[in-house]
């Protein structure tokens, strides 16, 4: 079945909201999203540089903004050790 980019959009978000496992709970019980691999699938094409990604955060100041006040935000960055270097990316061909 092919998935609409809305559809794909809605998935993300509520997996975002609610974490992986109980994103993959909610899909088990209610069929109306595809499970946690296919949505892998539906944006594993997708394309990000590395640095900051500022859609994203700007995609999160406006969630964050409807939300009361009493919510308390974390953002959470990968580890990773920092060195000198240069490095090719194959994926995006620089």
Avoid: C, N
């Amino acid at each position: 079945m092919k998935w609409s980019q809305d559809v794909i959009r809605d998935a993300l978000v509520l997996k975002m909201k609610m974490g992986t496992r109980a994103y993959a709970d909610f899909v088990k019980s209610l069929r109306i999203y595809f499970s946690v691999r296919k949505l892998q699938q539906a944006v594993e094409h997708m394309q990000f540089d590395s640095g900051i990604q500022y859609p994203i955060l700007e995609a999160m100041k406006a969630d964050f903004s409807r939300m009361p006040l009493i919510f308390v935000s974390v953002l959470g960055m990968d580890e990773m050790a920092i060195q000198t270097a240069e490095v090719y990316d194959p994926g995006a061909k620089r």
